[in-house]
């Protein structure tokens, strides 16, 4: 926290153990802020969306949204989303997260029957819609096989090749993103390691391409991502 200061709490769903070295968390570190980190998935609990919840941020994780009688925490995110949803409270859902949004508005969330994968480096269009947040064209980091339907009343932003929905908005403080913007090239290569790793899936990269494609693309993803997170959550770092 800033020095001398009481700001409101930043409060960050995660749902795995890897380092807090992505591109969310060092944006608001940057700002002077120390994240209220909970791990539902590891038992905490949320409280309650009140005064001192400035803004939230649900990650990404292994979690299929829709199996809440096998994860029951996902309850627990569930009801904090919708609480921040009718509060106003600005929420940004990455991957997981976003999934989680699009369910608890009412939209279907699973794999294609194809049983394609994005996992690599992926070219987005943005629709008119998207305009104001993304560019015509944009290459981001993807890991996911499930993807989600985009709820009544929301906004469809963007959308890829394989994936169809890659963002929506609802209202101006709800922000889906199916996409990993917020992974660091030191990041995607824990996952390029990692034993899930989904190579010779279809739709997944090979090695070789993501590894170009990171070189060439992640530098754009990140003077972007760090523009639409400061777009974003500045007015609740102003009023914090």
Not at 134 to 141: D, G, H, Q, T
Not at 214 to 236: I, N, P, R
């Amino acid at each position: 926290m800033l020095s001398g200061v009481t700001m409101k709490r930043i409060v960050f769903i995660r749902h795995n153990d890897e380092p807090g070295d992505d591109r969310v968390t060092r944006f608001f570190e940057d700002k002077g802020v120390d994240p209220d980190i909970r791990m539902p998935f590891r038992g905490d609990k949320l409280g309650d969306v009140d005064g001192s919840v400035a803004a939230s941020v649900v990650f990404g994780g292994p979690f299929n949204v829709f199996e809440e009688y096998r994860f029951p925490f996902l309850h627990e995110e569930n009801r904090w989303i919708e609480l921040c949803l009718k509060h106003g409270v600005p929420i940004l859902g990455i991957c997981q997260g976003a999934q989680s949004m699009a369910r608890v508005l009412g939209a279907k969330v699973g794999p294609k029957a194809s049983g394609v994968h994005e996992f690599g480096y992926y070219g987005l269009k943005a629709t008119p819609e998207g305009r104001g947040i993304f560019p015509e064209r944009l290459i981001v980091c993807q890991s996911h096989s499930h993807g989600f339907e985009v709820p009544v009343g929301a906004k469809r932003l963007a959308g890829s090749e394989l994936f169809e929905n890659q963002a929506f908005s609802y209202g101006p403080q709800a922000l889906a993103l199916q996409f990993h913007a917020e992974v660091t090239p030191d990041g995607f290569r824990r996952w390029q390691q990692a034993s899930w790793a989904p190579y010779g899936k279809p739709g997944a990269q090979t090695r070789e391409e993501q590894d170009a494609r990171m070189e060439k693309y992640d530098v754009d993803q990140a003077t972007w991502f760090q523009s639409l997170l400061q777009q974003f959550f500045g007015a609740a770092l102003a009023n914090g």
